[in-house]
């Protein structure tokens, strides 16, 4: 069986930036993260260990060792509203703001102050896109794909300074395309659509590989955790080209039925998986293999 690796796979910068940050305050006590600092149960269950917790609200800080409470602003940002009341109640702000999120938190904010609305294309709910729709004071819309963006968008009404678009960092890029072509084309009630590339490279090179691997895979095993988006999205484009494509979190789920026969096997992880488990999905697949 011939087992490939991406080239881009695993943690990518920004997160690695913060889980390290993540594992030096663990040491220290007294530190907080807003909410998971990676979308990755291992990872969150080891610095859980170490002695750092996730919170998902201000009220749980606490000030038991009697040293200035700190809070990790994980990388993919959190809304204004977190940093004003973090501020009010006297914590320490880590911000572990990957620089490709700042940027899009600059754009919005930047378009909101002009008279322009803001539609966001990306996953309803998500933490980043949260973050986004906080920086914007005029309209602001979510669309998570090109189904919803013609169900909603021909109804709105829009500024006459135009409407700036942008995406969630880990969006799916065809997606963003689709979305973006249909409101410059097809939008008449949209006066002038000022876009922007905001899909970062990390996600960008991720899904480009894995797109092209999974066309010539007989089968692909995506590392990372269900609650990701941008290990949900290389599954998503996997699946659309390779039928065998198994979504796991950790080697215990593998499906030897999967891959049973297959000569060619992608084994690939999104930005926010340890290097350590895609190794070790690798190594249980080639230990099952010859079995
Ligand atoms: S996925 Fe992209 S935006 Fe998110 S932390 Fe990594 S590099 Fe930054």
Known sequence: ????????????????????????????????????????????????????????????????????????????????????????????????????????????????????DVIVCGTHGHPEVQGHLSRVKTQVVTVQDLDEARRIIPGLTFSKEGVCLVAQTTHNKRTYEEVRAFLAKECANIPFLEPFDTICGATAHRQDEIRELAKTADACIIVGGRNSSNVTKLYEIAREYCARTQHIESADQLDYGLFRGAETVVIAGGASTPDESVREVVRKTEGLSGE
Do not use: W
């Not at 501020?87 to 904010?109: F, L, N, P, Q, S």
């Open 1 to 116: 069986m011939n087992i490939i690796v991406p080239k881009h796979s695993g943690f990518c910068h920004g997160v690695k930036r913060s889980v390290k940050e993540a594992y030096a305050l663990a040491g220290k006590g007294n530190a907080f993260m807003y909410g998971e600092v990676v979308h990755n149960p291992v990872v969150m269950a080891n610095l859980m260990k170490c002695g750092i917790s996730p919170i998902q609200d201000l009220t749980d800080v606490t000030n038991d060792s009697g040293k200035n409470p700190k809070l990790l602003i994980r990388a993919h940002g959190v809304p204004v509203s977190v940093l004003e009341e973090a501020a009010k109640r006297g914590i320490e702000i880590i911000d572990m703001t990957c620089h490709h999120v700042k940027k899009i938190h600059a754009i919005v904010a930047n378009a909101s102050a002009r008279g322009m």
